[in-house]
């Protein structure tokens, strides 16, 4: 049985099956989920993935790590921010209940 479950958005559409049923998400997907919708809403996602190396982006970095630390389901001290060596960034927590996540951030809807 899951604690969370919600549905499955990608690109700002629901995910539906091959029955055109919605998708659902559950527990640790549902949590990197809103993590993502979380920092979209809130522009940071536009400001991180628009900075190229200007003192913008570590102040980003810990702007979206407290937003990601106010989620009671993350473990707190647990959130990394980071750039990969492909320009992607991704943020990485340690759920209470479900352990590690990842999660992509991007600028558009997810």
């Known amino acids: 049985m899951s604690l969370y479950r919600d549905l499955h958005i990608n690109n700002g559409d629901l995910v539906l099956d ?3 049923n919605p998708q659902y998400l559950t527990d640790r997907a ?5 993590i993502a919708h979380a920092i979209i809403e809130s522009g940071l996602a536009h400001l991180l993935v ?3 190396g200007t003192g913008v982006t ?3 970095k810990v702007r979206i790590k407290l937003l990601v630390e106010d989620d009671t389901r993350i473990l ?4 990394r921010v980071e750039s990969l060596d492909n320009g992607q960034w991704w943020v990485f927590a340690d759920t209470i209940d479900f352990g590690p996540l990842s999660q992509r951030i ?4 997810l």
């Open 50 to 52: 628009s900075d190229r």
């Open 30 to 34: 549902v949590i990197a989920q809103d």
């Open 18 to 20: 091959a029955g055109f």
């Open 76 to 79: 707190p001290g647990t959130v």
């Open 106 to 109: 991007t600028e558009g809807l």
């Open 58 to 60: 570590a102040d980003t």
